[in-house]
C-alpha cells in the first residue's frame, strides 16, 4: 500500500501572522480617520471661514451704507433747505459759504450749476469748473430729483470722488443741478480697515464700467476689471459682475464673498486666501497623523504584549501535537488556565491517554487476532484434509453404491429369469415328467443362483451398512466443520467490531490516523470478506447435512429392503432346498409341486419387482452419492479459500501489529 506524499508547510509564529494582519487593519483604520477627521475639518473650517467672510462683508457693507446715507442726508437737508428759503445769489452764496467745510466727508461742499454754464460753489472751495454742464455730475444730477450717488470719476484736482447730485428748484424756473462730491478715501479706509476676518482682503467695484473704487493696492484703484486679466482671482470677479453672480464661491486658489452697495451700483468683494483657511486644518491634519502614529506603535506593543502572554501555552502545545505527529505519544500535556487554550490543553491531554489506551488495546487485540488467525489457519488446514478424506470416503461411497446398483441390477435379471422358469413349469406342468431331469437341473441351478443371490445381498447389506456409517462420519464431520465455520464467523465479527473502533478512533486522531485508517479499513473489508465465506461454507454444510439427512434415510429403506429381500431369498434357498429334496418323490406329489411351483411363481414376482424398486433406489442412491461427490468437493474448495483467508488475515494482523509498533505510548 502506497503512502500519500505529506505536504510540507512552512511554520510562522501566531504572533507574526497577528501582526501582519492586524497592523496593516489598525493603519489602515487610522489613516482613514485621519482622512475623514482632515475632509471633515476642512469642510467645516471651509463652512466656518466662509461665513466669517459673510459676515465681515455684509459689516463693511452695512459701515459703506451708513456712511454714504449719513452724507446723502446732509445733502438732502441741504437741498431742501435751499430749496425753501427759496433764496437770490447773494443769500445763495452764503449757504453754499456755511456750508463748506462743514462736513468732512466733503470738504469742497456744496456747488450748483445751472443750465446756461454758470457754476456756483463756495467762496473757499478750489474747484474749477470751465463748462460744467458737461461735467459727470451734472449730467447724472439731471437725471434725479432726489440726491442720489452717482458713479466714481476724477474731478478736475484728479482726486477720485463719487458725486451726490440732484435737480435743484429755488427763485426761477431754469434748470439747477446741486451736487456735493465726496472723496473715496474714506471708503478706501473703510473697504481695507474694515475687514473682520483675519488675513481677508476687500475691494470695491463700480458695476456700472467695472472700475475699482477702493483697494489696499492703491496701484489698482481706478483701473478697470477684465475677465481676460492674467490675475485669476479678477478675471473671476470681473466674470462674476459681468454675470451679476453674487454667490459666494471659490475662485482660483481664494474663498470670494460679494455684497451689493444699497443706493449705488457699487459692489463690494471681499476675498481670503484657501491656505489660509486651511492653515489650521494643515496643522490638525500633522497632530492627527502624529497622534497615529504614535498610536500604531502603542499598539504594536500592545499586541505583542497580549500576544506573549495569551499565546505561550501554544507553544507548548505545538510542541505536543508535533510529537504526536511522529506517533510518539509518551508526551505529557498539563491544562495550565480555563482559557480556550487550557481547554485545549486538557482536550489534547484527554486525547493522549485515550490514543495511549487504544493503542495499547489494539496492539493487544492484533496479538490475539494474530493467534486467532494462526488457530483458525491450522483449523482451516485440518478442514481442508478432512474435507479431502470426505470427498475420497464419497468417492469410494459412490463406487460401492454402483457396484450396488450392478448387483440390484444382477438379482432383478436372476429374479425375471426365475419368474420366466416358473411360468414355463406352471405351463409345461403337464409335462412334468419328462421334464423332471431338466428341473431337476433348474432347480440345482436356481439353488445355486439363491444362493449366490443370497450371498450378494448380504454383500449389499454390509456395503449399505458402510455406506450409512460413511454417511454418518460425513455428517460427524459436517458438524465440526460448523463448529469451526461458526468460531471464524465469531472471530470475522469480533475482526469487523475491532476495525470500526479502529476507524473511529482514527478519525478522531484526525490527520496522524488517516494511515491507520486505511489499515482499519482493510481488517473491515477482510473480516467482511471471511464472515461471508464462513456464511457459504454454513450454507454448504446445512445443504451437506440435507443430503445426508436424505442419503442416511435412503440407505434405511434400502436397508429394509435388503433384510426382507434377504429373508425371501432365505424362503427361496429353503424351497430349493425342499424341492431338491421333493424332487425324488416327485411322482407321486406332483399336483403339490404345481401349487407349490404357483407359490414359487408368486414369490419369483414379488422378487422380480422387489428387485426393480431396488434398482430404482441403487439409481437414486448413486445420483445422491455423485451429488455429495460434489459437495465435498466444493467443502474441500472452500476449506482452501478459508485456509489462504486465514493466511491473509495472519498477513494483515502483522502488518497492524507493525503499524501500532510505529507509535510510542
Not at 456744496?110 to 461735467?135: M, Q, R, V
Not at 460425513?474 to 469487523?496: F, L
Request: hydrophobic share 40%; net charge negative; charged share 20%.
Amino acid at each position: 500500500m502506497s503512502e500519500k506524499p505529506v505536504k510540507i508547510r512552512r511554520s510562522g509564529k501566531i504572533r507574526n501572522k497577528l501582526l501582519i494582519y492586524i497592523v496593516p487593519i489598525v493603519v489602515i483604520t487610522i489613516v482613514t480617520l485621519v482622512v475623514i477627521a482632515t475632509t471633515m475639518s476642512e469642510k467645516r473650517m471651509t463652512e466656518l471661514a466662509t461665513s466669517n467672510l459673510n459676515s465681515s462683508i455684509s459689516n463693511q457693507a452695512n459701515n459703506i451704507e451708513s456712511w454714504l446715507n449719513e452724507n446723502l442726508e446732509f445733502f438732502k437737508t441741504a437741498k431742501q433747505g435751499i430749496e425753501g428759503l427759496n433764496p437770490n445769489d447773494e443769500e445763495l452764496q452764503k449757504l453754499l459759504d456755511s456750508y463748506y467745510d462743514y462736513n468732512s466727508n466733503s470738504p469742497e461742499g456744496l456747488h450748483i450749476a445751472t443750465a446756461d454754464g454758470k457754476f456756483i460753489k463756495p467762496t473757499e472751495s478750489a474747484l474749477e469748473e470751465n463748462d460744467p454742464t458737461s461735467s459727470t455730475w451734472y449730467k447724472q444730477g439731471l437725471t434725479r430729483a432726489n440726491m442720489q450717488y452717482g458713479t466714481a470719476y476724477k474731478n478736475a484736482e484728479g482726486q477720485n470722488v463719487v458725486s451726490a447730485a440732484a435737480i435743484i428748484t429755488y427763485g426761477d424756473d431754469s434748470i439747477k443741478v446741486i451736487s456735493a462730491d465726496v472723496t473715496l478715501e474714506k471708503i478706501s479706509i473703510i473697504v481695507n480697515s474694515g475687514v473682520k476676518m483675519d488675513k481677508a482682503s476687500s475691494f470695491l467695484v463700480d458695476t456700472n464700467d467695472n472700475t475699482i473704487l477702493a483697494h489696499r493696492d492703491t496701484s489698482l484703484v481706478s483701473t478697470t476689471l477684465g475677465s481676460d486679466s492674467s490675475n485669476k482671482l479678477m478675471s473671476g470677479v470681473a466674470e462674476a459682475i459681468n454675470n451679476q453672480n453674487y454667490a459666494t464661491r471659490k475662485i482660483d486658489t481664494y474663498y470670494v464673498a460679494f455684497k451689493e452697495i444699497k443706493g449705488t451700483d457699487w459692489v463690494l468683494v471681499s476675498y481670503i486666501a484657501q491656505d489660509v483657511i486651511l492653515a489650521s486644518v494643515q496643522e490638525l491634519g500633522n497632530y492627527l497623523i502624529i497622534t497615529g502614529v504614535v498610536a500604531v506603535i502603542l499598539i504594536i506593543v500592545l499586541i505583542l504584549f497580549v500576544v506573549n502572554k495569551v499565546i505561550a501555552p501554544l507553544a507548548g502545545i505545538t510542541k505536543s501535537i508535533h510529537a504526536m505527529s511522529e506517533g510518539d505519544f509518551t508526551i505529557e500535556v498539563k491544562q495550565e488556565s480555563d482559557d480556550e487554550i487550557g481547554v485545549m490543553s486538557g482536550k489534547i491531554a484527554e486525547f493522549v491517554d485515550s490514543m495511549r489506551h487504544m493503542l495499547s488495546s489494539i496492539s493487544a487485540e492484533s496479538e490475539k487476532l494474530k493467534q486467532e488467525s494462526e488457530t483458525s489457519d491450522s483449523v482451516s488446514k485440518d478442514m481442508f484434509s478432512a474435507s479431502q478424506s470426505q470427498a475420497e470416503a464419497m468417492q469410494q461411497l459412490n463406487e460401492t453404491v454402483d457396484q450396488l446398483a450392478i448387483a440390484v441390477g444382477d438379482i432383478a435379471e436372476h429374479a425375471t429369469t426365475l419368474a420366466t422358469v416358473v411360468a414355463d413349469t406352471r405351463d409345461n406342468s403337464g409335462k412334468a415328467d419328462e421334464a423332471m431331469k431338466e428341473t431337476v437341473k433348474v432347480s440345482l441351478k436356481g439353488r445355486d443362483d439363491m444362493e449366490k443371490l443370497s450371498h450378494a445381498m448380504e454383500g449389499i447389506q454390509t456395503a449399505n451398512n458402510n455406506l450409512v456409517d460413511a454417511i454418518n462420519e460425513v455428517g460427524k464431520a459436517s458438524e465440526e466443520i460448523t463448529n469451526i465455520v461458526s468460531m471464524i464467523a465469531e472471530i470475522a465479527e469480533e475482526t469487523n467490531l475491532l476495525s470500526l473502533n479502529a476507524s473511529i478512533e482514527a478519525a478522531r486522531a484526525g490527520e496522524a490516523g488517516k494511515g491507520f485508517a486505511v489499515v482499519a479499513t482493510q481488517i473491515g473489508k477482510l473480516a467482511q470478506t471471511s464472515s461471508e465465506s464462513a456464511t457459504n461454507i454454513s450454507n454448504l454444510i446445512a445443504d451437506v447435512h440435507r443430503l445426508i439427512d436424505e442419503a442416511v434415510g435412503q440407505a434405511n429403506a434400502s436397508a429394509e429392503s435388503i433384510e426382507k429381500n434377504s429373508e425371501l431369498i432365505g424362503v427361496a434357498v429353503e424351497t430349493f432346498d425342499q424341492i431338491y429334496t421333493n424332487i425324488q418323490a416327485s411322482n407321486a406329489c406332483i399336483e403339490e409341486m404345481i401349487r407349490d411351483v404357483q407359490k414359487v411363481d408368486d414369490v419369483a414376482t414379488n422378487v422380480a419387482a422387489i428387485s426393480e424398486e431396488q434398482a430404482a433406489s441403487a439409481d437414486e442412491i448413486l445420483a445422491t452419492s455423485q451429488n455429495m461427490v460434489e459437495q465435498a468437493k466444493n467443502i474441500s474448495r472452500n476449506s482452501e479459500d478459508v485456509a489462504n483467508n486465514s493466511h491473509e488475515l495472519a498477513n494483515t494482523s502483522d502488518t497492524l501489529t507493525s503499524h501500532v509498533q510505529q507509535f510510542k505510548i
